[in-house]
Structures are given as structure tokens and as C-alpha cells.
């Protein structure tokens, strides 16, 4: 394996693994649909990381200075998104099962792009990923390092779905799905007041 793969690898899991409102509404949405939508949802954050991994190796400096100034509207948005998804979460919580829904049902397409558009939201992820470039003497390994941090992120978020589809497993009854859902909401709500 190569030098810059592994520091994608490295890199890859350094951003992923904080535990954030990204990973609660990905476990959230594994535990309260399916592995399958879970899975998506986890493969759009990836894909974020792995295209703020390539900007980051390909414009390195340059990117980061340019989204400087505009880091905190896109604080703020990512902030109001994440606080519209808990109430929409906490709102899931007392519907009665089989009610009718006004909104779609999930899908795995909705979840990749719903969760790929709030991650790209997070301008600190390319900052992360150019200091580490840049670090390395400007040597970030280009493709290697990009496709390691990739699979990296995409490994953690597999887990972090598949750990929400067994959980969900256990809490699929009223009780259980309206607790995760108020508890999901409410971390959810805690870490867009912390994004702040």
C-alpha cells in the first residue's frame, strides 16, 4: 500500500469518526427505515468527504482561503437544516404507526443526496483535509490519497448504518421508535446549537 493511500486512510477516519449530527441522522435513519436507506445516507456523507479530500489536493491553499469567509453563513445554514431535521424527527416521534404521511417515504437516492447536500455544507471539512495536504509538504498523493480517505469515511459510515438497522431491530415497536426518534431530535437540535 502506498504512502498517500494510507494518508487518505488516516485522514478518511479523522474526519468521519467525531461522532456529529451527521452520524445520528445517519444511524437514526438506519434504525427508523431500513440498512438499505441507512447505507445510501452514510455512502452521501462519504462521497462528501471524498470530493472535499480532492478539492483539497487539488486546489489545497487556495480552497481553504477562498471558503474562509464564507464559513459562517455556511454554519448558520447547516445549523438550520440540522434544527429543521429534529423537529421534523421529534414530530415523527408521536405519529401513530400507519398514519398517513404527508411527507415521501425515505428512499435511498433521498437519503444519499439529502445527507451528500447538508455534508458539502461543512466548509471545516476542506480546511481539514488542505492542512493535511499541505502538511505533507504539498505531497498529498493525489487519486491515492483521495480514494483513502473515501473508503475510510465510507467504511465508518457503513458501520455507523449497520449499527442503527440493529438497534433498530430491538426498538421497532411505539415505545421504542418514539424514544429514538426524541432522542435522535434532541442530539440532533444539541449538536446544530454546538455548530454555532
Known amino acids: 500500500m502506498s504512502a498517500p493511500f494510507l494518508a487518505g486512510v488516516v485522514a478518511g477516519?479523522?474526519?468521519?469518526?467525531?461522532?456529529?449530527?451527521?452520524?445520528?441522522l445517519i444511524a437514526g435513519l438506519s434504525a427508523r427505515t431500513s440498512l438499505r436507506v441507512g447505507a445510501a445516507a452514510g455512502l452521501g456523507a462519504?462521497?462528501?468527504?471524498?470530493?472535499?479530500?480532492?478539492?483539497?489536493?487539488?486546489?489545497?491553499a487556495a480552497v481553504a482561503s477562498l471558503v474562509a469567509p464564507i464559513a459562517t453563513p455556511l454554519r448558520w445554514a447547516a445549523a438550520a437544516v440540522l434544527l429543521g431535521l429534529a423537529v421534523l424527527t421529534a414530530r415523527s416521534a408521536f405519529r401513530k404507526p400507519g398514519a398517513a404521511r404527508a411527507e415521501r417515504p425515505a428512499t435511498p437516492l433521498r437519503a444519499y443526496t439529502g445527507i451528500l447536500a447538508l455534508t458539502l455544507l461543512n466548509p471545516a471539512t476542506v480546511i481539514y483535509f488542505a492542512a493535511l495536504?499541505?502538511?505533507?509538504?504539498?505531497?498529498?498523493g493525489g487519486a491515492w490519497f483521495v480514494i483513502g480517505a473515501f473508503l475510510a469515511s465510507a467504511s465508518w459510515q457503513l458501520l455507523l448504518a449497520g449499527g442503527g438497522s440493529v438497534i433498530g431491530r430491538f426498538l421497532t415497536g411505539d415505545r421504542g421508535r418514539m424514544i429514538t426518534a426524541l432522542v435522535s431530535s434532541a442530539v440532533i437540535a444539541v449538536l446544530a446549537v454546538l455548530l454555532l
Open 133 to 140: 495536504v499541505l502538511g505533507r509538504s504539498g505531497e498529498g
Open 46 to 60: 462519504a462521497t462528501a468527504d471524498g470530493i472535499y479530500a480532492m478539492i483539497a489536493v487539488l486546489g489545497g
Open 13 to 24: 477516519y479523522g474526519v468521519a469518526m467525531p461522532v456529529g449530527a451527521i452520524s445520528v
